[in-house]
């Protein structure tokens, strides 16, 4: 799902655009969520924050003129959270653009305000589509990487490295990753990283997700999975898996 966060201190053009994307999302049935509607730059970055997994569009007034951010900045600071995601700006000054190349933003695009409302809602639905169909390639791209975030840093590991994931005994949102030479903890449900990865993983038990292109045996007595000839990289099977697992192996 696309979350879409709008960022505008002018009430009226808030609530304008914010009702625009919500009816045209409806009536198009597309996989977007108005996430945020707000002139406050802070309640923008405490949930990107929060939530730095997830795909975002941000329309940005480039206009805003709070006590702590201007448009720009809080287009910096969300461009050092998320390096990649899609921010267009609102402005009613076209020359300001020069202003953001300077900063090093890179927006999607500029929609400049207007008092023709639909000719800012074309350029708005025109920049949904095309952050679709953008993140329609990149997810065919990035079926053969897993990415993920630590300290606010960005990073990703090839899928083939991957051995399995484990979901952490009382902490299911805290997940240790297994992989060639490597071992680490992110935070992410099982569920949300097999939504990510393509079709050769598999959850064989509740609390793990394998990579079945690496497994070399499976022991249906002792119910375990193996990824090495030595067997010392290992997780076990659910019963209830073992069948459908024996299938997919074959």
Known sequence: MLKVIVVDDQTEILEQVASGIEAYVKFEKLDVNLTLATGDPQAVLTYVKENPNDKYLFFLDIDLATE???????????????????IVFLTSHEELSLIVLEHRVLPLDYIVKQSDFTKVMKAVKIDLQRTLELIG????????????????????????????????PGSPHLISLYANNKRLNI???????????????????????????????????????????????????????????KRKLT
Do not use: W
């Not at 910096?76 to 390096?83: A, D, G």
């Not at 394998?210 to 497994?215: D, G, H, P």
């Open 137 to 168: 390639q990149e997810s065919k791209i990035n079926k053969s990487y897993f990415t993920y975030v630590k300290r606010g840093r960005h990073y990703r590991i090839a899928t083939t490295d991957i051995y399995y994931f484990e979901a952490m």
């Open 187 to 245: 935070r992410r449900s099982l569920s949300q990283i097999e939504e990510q990865l393509n079709a050769d993983f598999y959850r064989c038990h509740r609390g793990y997700l394998i990579n079945l292109a690496r497994v070399v045996a499976l022991d249906p007595v002792e119910k375990m999975v193996y990824f090495d000839e030595e067997q010392a990289i290992a997780c076990p099977v659910a019963t209830r898996r073992l069948r459908d697992l």
């Open 68 to 86: 702590s951010y201007t448009g720009i900045d809080l287009a910096s600071e969300l461009r050092k959270l998320l390096p990649y995601e899609a």
